[in-house]
């Protein structure tokens, strides 16, 4: 029975193993298929690439990507050009739209499409068109520091007035010397501020429409209206940024120490830390390097910044005083204040203060909503109720000369998106890629040639012929 059961058995049709192959093959192909699919979602949904550059020039700087990731409406960058450059544009903007989803970028011919080309008013090719809301900005370069500078402009809306205070002797913004501040001029610009001069000798009232307003180095004393007319100012909830040189003295000196609670100590600060040799600065411009918490100093951790010809600044220690000072940036421990110095010779004695020295404050001063509402047009922000000052011991830390240095200029445009209430817009700005070429002496180049030209192909055919004996082996 059991051996009819066998052979009935053996007698049933069997699947040709052709179909079974098809079969496995088909099921590899689905899975195959599947795992593509799941990597090209993943790939689309979760953007990811890496910069191996030296100074991350293939990536966004830091301010490109907070002022990005800080969107809140869509943003739209229309680049026109001939279609034959839209190549190297989409892979530079593509970076903003990696970002962020809110970053729409179009790639628009201008002889194909003249409308759009006479809509945006395009003048030349390579031009990009930054558009949010209501405003729009354009760009005529394919530069990381234009095109964020742009949508920066586009996202703070209007310009903001800056006045720097004149006729004291104060540094000028027009002022093309190398102690002067046409750069910082030109900085302030790009930022979406709008800069102007203000004697106030002449009129002693700080006019509505100022944002911040900036005492640079006054060589003369301020007179006793000026001083009050700045106090008036920031008692209606305005913001200062005073840059005091080692000699300013008299009526402005008092009421900072007075009633803002500024301590500034008639010094010089000297840095024998031997630091700044090495960025070929002298021990009357000392480096800093260590910043306090405060909004204005978050991002300035890996950024050093020379102050000088500096003198101390500090929170004080006046008890009836309402504002509320903090330190912001000190000098290394094996910096003194000297407090003999004449005719620009410093000496320097045992008995000095030893550092760290600091070299700048911040503070606040609480002010009535009523005291506010007719004041500047910082009235106007949502920290309307408290006045905001900043106070360096340098002026010329962003003269024409210096403000290049490292982080001079992120510290001092930090300060004023501080005291314009646009903390949003504080973090390091774009830098200009160094250039870090490979130079080789004829002896290395031949040694380069011996290396590719000869010694590649020989390891090759090394391993061939291993991997031929082996096999001849078997």
Request: charged share 15%; proline share 6%; glycine share 6%.
């Amino acid at each position: 029975m059991a051996d009819k059961m066998a052979d009935k058995a053996d007698n049933r049709p069997q699947r040709p193993n052709w179909l079974v192959r098809r079969g496995s093959l088909l099921v590899y192909l689905i899975v195959v298929l599947a795992i593509l699919v799941g990597v090209n979602v993943l790939a689309s949904r979760h953007d990811r690439s890496w910069d191996l550059t030296k100074g991350q020039q293939n990536s966004l700087s830091n301010e490109s990507v907070k002022v990005l990731e800080g969107l809140h409406q869509p943003l739209h960058l229309l680049y026109f050009d001939r279609s034959t450059n839209f190549a190297s544009a989409r892979a530079f903007l593509s970076r903003y739209q990696r970002v962020s989803r809110l970053v729409d970028v179009q790639f628009i011919d201008p002889d194909r499409h003249p409308d759009q080309a006479r809509q945006y008013k395009i003048q030349s090719y390579g031009t990009t068109v930054v558009q949010s809301g209501s405003q729009q900005q354009t760009v005529a370069t394919l530069a990381e520091q234009d095109i964020t500078n742009a949508i920066v402009r586009v996202l703070k809306g209007g310009r903001k007035v800056v006045y720097f205070t004149q006729g004291e002797g104060e540094l000028d913004p027009s002022d093309t010397g190398r102690n002067g501040y046409s750069d910082l001029k030109t900085a302030l610009e790009s930022e979406n501020f709008t800069v102007q001069k203000l004697v106030l000798a002449q009129s002693p009232k700080i006019p509505a429409d100022c944002a911040v307003l900036i005492v640079a180095g006054p060589t003369h004393a301020l007179v006793a209206p000026e001083v009050q007319a700045i106090e008036d100012y920031i008692n209606q909830g305005g913001r200062v940024l005073f840059m005091l040189t080692p000699v300013t003295a008299g009526p402005l000196v008092d009421y900072l120490q007075t009633s803002l609670n500024v301590k500034l100590t008639p010094d010089v600060v000297v840095d024998t830390s031997g630091i700044g040799r090495l960025f070929g600065a002298s021990e009357l411009m000392p480096i800093a390097a260590t910043y306090d918490p405060h909004p204005i100093t978050a991002q300035m951790n890996q950024e050093a910044t020379l102050f000088p010809y500096a003198r101390t600044v500090e929170p004080g220690a006046v008890s009836t005083s309402k504002a509320v000072v903090s330190p912001l940036v000190e000098t290394t421990p094996q910096s003194l204040a000297s407090t003999s110095f004449t005719g620009g010779k410093v000496a320097v004695d045992a008995s000095d203060r030893h550092g760290p020295l600091t070299l700048g404050v911040a503070g606040t001063l609480a002010v009535s909503p009523a005291a506010a509402a007719p004041a500047s047009a910082a009235a106007n922000s949502p920290d309307s109720t408290e006045a905001r000052f900043v106070v360096y011991g340098s002026p010329d830390f962003v003269s024409n000369s210096i403000l290049g240095f490292n982080g001079n200029r992120d510290l001092f445009l930090n300060s004023l998106d501080w005291l314009a209430s646009q903390q949003d817009f504080i973090s390091i700005r774009p830098k200009t890629p160094a250039n870090t070429p490979v130079n080789l002496s004829a002896a290395q180049m031949r040694w380069v040639l011996i290396i590719f030209l000869g010694g590649l192909p020989l390891i090759v055919v090394i391993i061939g012929c291993g991997i031929w004996w082996r096999r001849r082996a078997l």
